[in-house]
Nanobody, 115 residues
Framework: QVQLVESGGGLVQAGGSLRLSCAAS????MGWFRQAPGKEREFVAA????????YYADSVKGRFTISRDNAKNTVYLQMNSLKPEDTAVYCC????????????WGQGTQVTVSS
């Protein structure tokens, strides 16, 4: 059983920045997803345990950076140059190291970007 707790969401003006944090109770491969009202959940970014492999959705590449601090079992999502279209509930998720489905999900943190 893996528990995930997100933090760092809030209200920011377009062009601003936020950093999301996800604290996990175990060592896992972790990723970030988001879901806007009326839309399906979409993949945002992911990172392996070593931090050497990172993956980004095209919509955020160049603006968002995923990183992790293994000593704290925490993954971060640095979001720069935020756009109103980034407004969504952001959730971190975890899956076993080595691949497989994302089995564990955080409660989500709201990110709202105003124009």
């Amino acid at each position: 059983q893996v528990q995930l707790v997100e933090s760092g969401g809030g209200l920011v003006q377009a062009g601003g920045s936020l950093r999301l944090s996800c604290a996990a109770s175990a060592r896992t491969f972790m990723g970030w997803f988001r879901q806007a009202p009326g839309k399906e959940r979409e993949f945002v970014a992911a990172i392996d345990w070593s931090g050497d492999s990172k993956y980004y959705a095209d919509s955020v590449k160049g603006r968002f950076t995923i990183s992790r601090d293994n000593a704290k079992n925490t993954v971060y999502l640095q979001m720069n140059s935020l756009k109103p279209e980034d407004t969504a509930v952001y959730c971190c998720a975890a899956r076993p190291i080595g691949g497989g489905d994302y089995l564990y999900w955080g409660q989500g943190t709201q990110v709202t970007v105003s124009s």
